[in-house]
């Protein structure tokens, strides 16, 4: 009853159980180029719904296999699992792909609208034995919240203390044994107590080159777009490494072939389509073009700061150092010095402008 109480007060709308795989729009890295559906729709369209369509991240797949058969073969559910790593590599992907290998449900939640524990407490009292429970962004999750995750994942049990001083009394909850799934681009925000409860911890990297065309020409097969392999292996190599991009690009490429090359896809077509929209061959958009330029023709390639850099461009430093830098930096493209930001010699070759002397 009081479990019934608790659940009422404080979500008047509860959160459903998903058969796994029916996401809702999952959230978009902001690649920038949209078109038609949205971003959101298209992503649950090419989402894998099981492990065996997931391209690349043999290891981690591989390890949760063996995780999944055991826990199934025991009849009990599967460890808490925490996946961090930057966008767009597939957190949520395997955050819904588990459940439907483990023929469970899951619920799913957001760190970010978990501000307090009554937000948290529905979806605890409504997980049902073997179930999972996916909290994305867990690193936003406040710490008044994050105590009652402890012995929800450690005891399946939840304490709610009511009142103050001598009137307060414990409220001992028990809940079913669950699988929590935590997924976050910040591990390091992560308090130890947090992270230490889980018992499965993957880390997602960067795609190849190989992979992201595989997925390329996988996903073209579900869209019946016709593709060759020069082309899927040209959007593959202006994809950053990252599947959600590989997507967003192959929509595009798509779209501009239906209109401007009878619908196939050849290299010429998926060149032209993605030059059109300002993406480089080496996966630079116009703003990474723009910071570069910056930096070679009015400070000579470095070293600069961040900020006179962004007042030059007149965008504000944390997009650039949020959103532009971090690719530059992967791909060589930029250096971070204690003087400041400096291009590299492949900057300057990328750009075609003379190293200065
Ligand atoms: N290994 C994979 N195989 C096939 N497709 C993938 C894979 N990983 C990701 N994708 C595709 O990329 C899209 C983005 O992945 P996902 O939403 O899982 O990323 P994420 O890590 O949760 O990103 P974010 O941190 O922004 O939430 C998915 O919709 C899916 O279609
Ligand atoms: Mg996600």
Redesign the pocket.
Known sequence: MAREAVYQQSNPQPPGDLPPGDLPP????GDGFSGGDSAGER??????RRLD?????RDVIERLKIAIDAARGRDEPLGHIL?D????????????VIPAEMGTTVQMANGAGLSAPKDLLPYLTNVSEKSVLFI??IHRVPKSVEEYLYTAMEDFRIDIVLGEGVNARTLNFELQPFTLIG???RAGMLSAPLRDRFQIREH?GW?SKD?LRE?VQ??ARKLTIKIDEAAAGEIAKRSRS???L??NRLHWVRDYAQIKAKGDVTLGVARDSLDMIGIDSLGLDKQDRNYLDTLIRVFAGGPSGLEAIAHTMNVSSDTLEDEVEPFLLRSELIVRTRRGRMATAKAFEHLKLPLQP
């Open positions: 999952g959230s978009d890295s992503d649950v369209q090419l989402r894998p369509e997931m391209v690349g991240q996946f790593g930057p966008p767009g590599l597939g957190k949520t992907t395997f955050a819904t994305d962004e997924a976050t681009t997602l795609y992979q997925l996988r996903n990252t599947p959600r590989a997507n």
